[in-house]
């Protein structure tokens, strides 16, 4: 994941997070108790889906980084820094 992607991402979980709290704090009104409540789940669980996604993300990368690699191995490496 590049780091213009994983910055906007950070971001987009820590504002999820944020309106969680402040629903959390207005959820504390009696009479919006119900529907605040399941606005704040919602964005919970979106802040998850994103969290989740972007370290799936990053696995899949990984994943994929190493299938592409060329296979190296200990005589190989060692005869291309022989002068």
């Known amino acids: 994941m590049d780091a213009a992607l994983q910055t906007q991402m950070t971001i987009a979980a820590l504002v999820c997070s944020g309106a969680a709290l402040f629903f959390s704090l207005i959820a504390a009104f009696p009479g919006l108790k119900v529907v605040l409540a399941a606005v704040r789940d919602g964005v919970l669980w979106f802040a998850l889906f994103l969290v989740l996604g972007g370290v799936a993300f990053v696995v899949w990368q990984q994943v994929q980084q190493t299938k ?9 490496g060692q005869a291309s820094r022989l002068p």
Not at 68 to 76: C, I, M, Q, Y
Request: charged share 0%; hydrophobic share 45%; aromatic share 0%.
């Open 68 to 76: 592409l690699a060329p296979p190296t191995s200990l005589a190989g």
